[in-house]
């Protein structure tokens, strides 16, 4: 375990509010969807290519290339992946680096077998950001990384209790992204899943209170795309 250093409050008065100058803290991707310190989550049902997505967001980003028609800004990624064998995720990799002719050298993986986001693993969540000198972090699936239950407040708060104390200890913003999937739901009469929103995140809702910004993943009928 490791200590935390205390920052103290800062506090503003107005006048010196608004004559401060901050920098802009711009957008990763597209219009504010993926901001640095900013905090999102991939959803959606079975076999909605979650995990390809993210994947290829964070090439994306690490090699400053347009994603889904959206602009991006060329940062380090981690992508930390803990529910497919590492020799399967290689094959993925290699067909990515194939597909875009391309090989990033900004874009770093982990593939940790005893890792979850509790107190006692924070120094190694720390670790690989600072080797990686991410600026953009994926973890995937959240049901494989917390310790309790998804359904579970108390639990959930845990999780990300962990992540905003290991963010705060890196010296710059560090956007991070969770895959996660989608609950049972409701259907209508004719055997389509009604759509409703970032109510469809499965678990606790402090899962979707948590984000800026939920992106919901659906694969699209008789078709190979999302």
């Known amino acids: 375990r490791f200590l935390q250093r205390r920052k103290a409050m800062k506090v503003w008065r107005m006048d010196e509010l608004l004559d401060a100058r ?16 900013g905090a999102f989550i991939i959803y959606g049902p079975p ?8 994947h290829q967001l964070l090439f994306a980003i690490s090699t400053g290339r347009k994603y889904l028609g959206l602009d991006t800004v060329e940062a380090p990624g981690l ?14 990799t290699q067909a990515l680096a194939a597909g875009y002719g391309l090989v990033s050298t900004k874009l770093y993986t982990a593939h940790p077998q005893l890792f979850s986001l509790a107190r006692e693993d924070e120094r190694d969540l ?25 359904n579970n407040d108390q639990d959930i708060k845990a999780m990300f209790k ?47 209170a948590w984000a800026d910004t939920i992106i919901r993943l659906t694969r699209l009928p008789q078709a190979k795309t999302v």
């Not at 076999?47 to 993210?54: L, N, Q």
């Not at 930390?80 to 290689?90: D, G, L, T, Y």
């Not at 670790?127 to 239950?149: F, Y």
């Not at 999937?181 to 979707?208: C, M, P, T």
Request: aromatic share 8%; no cysteine; net charge negative.
């Open 126 to 150: 720390l670790d690989a950001i600072i080797a990686s000198n991410a600026e953009v972090v994926i973890l995937d699936p959240i049901n494989r990384l917390m310790v309790g239950s998804e």
């Open 162 to 208: 962990v992540i905003d104390r290991v963010r705060a200890k890196v010296e710059r913003p560090v956007a991070l992204g969770l895959v996660h999937h989608i609950n049972k739901g409701i259907w209508n009469e004719a055997g389509d899943r009604v759509d409703r929103g970032f109510v469809d995140l499965s678990g606790s809702k402090d899962v979707a």
């Open 47 to 54: 076999e909605s290519f979650k995990s390809f997505f993210a």
């Open 22 to 37: 901050f920098e802009s803290a711009g957008s990763l991707w597209g219009e504010g969807l993926i901001v640095p310190g």
């Open 79 to 92: 992508y930390i992946e803990v529910e497919i064998p590492i020799a399967k995720f290689q094959e993925r």
